[in-house]
Nanobody, 123 residues
């Protein structure tokens, strides 16, 4: 069965850190770009970060630049999103998603999705 399984997340105080992980099962991530998205209540799903299949390209939305870092370990078929200096506006359900080939910007271009994980930042 092809799926992405997320772990991490939870409740953290403002200024704290969390690491999200996204592990693939049933397929290899080697040829897939990975995107991280988030969705807060009443808001549209927002692209947060993405990383190319070859590790050499990563992107971040302006609001998380300098605080979030995306990385991947293809030997473990896993991608991580390290989130530092978290702020209340980072609170949302976070999703990882996989798309073959190059990185893409919109959720509709991703084929596989994780189950989502809640991140709550208390002020």
């Amino acid at each position: 069965q092809v799926r992405l399984v997320q772990s991490g997340g939870g409740l953290v105080q403002s200024g704290g850190s969390l690491r999200l992980s996204c592990a693939a099962s049933g397929f290899t991530l080697d040829y897939y770009a990975i995107g991280w998205f988030r969705q807060a209540p009443g808001k549209e799903r927002e692209g947060v970060s993405c990383i190319s299949s070859t590790h050499d390209t990563s992107y971040y939305v302006d609001s998380v630049k300098g605080r979030f870092t995306v990385s991947r370990d293809n030997t473990k078929n896993t991608v991580h999103l390290q989130m530092n200096t978290l702020q209340s506006e980072d609170s949302a359900v976070y999703y990882c998603a996989a798309t073959p080939g190059a990185v893409k910007q919109t959720p509709g271009e991703y084929d596989y999705w994780g189950q989502g994980t809640q991140v709550t930042v208390s002020s």
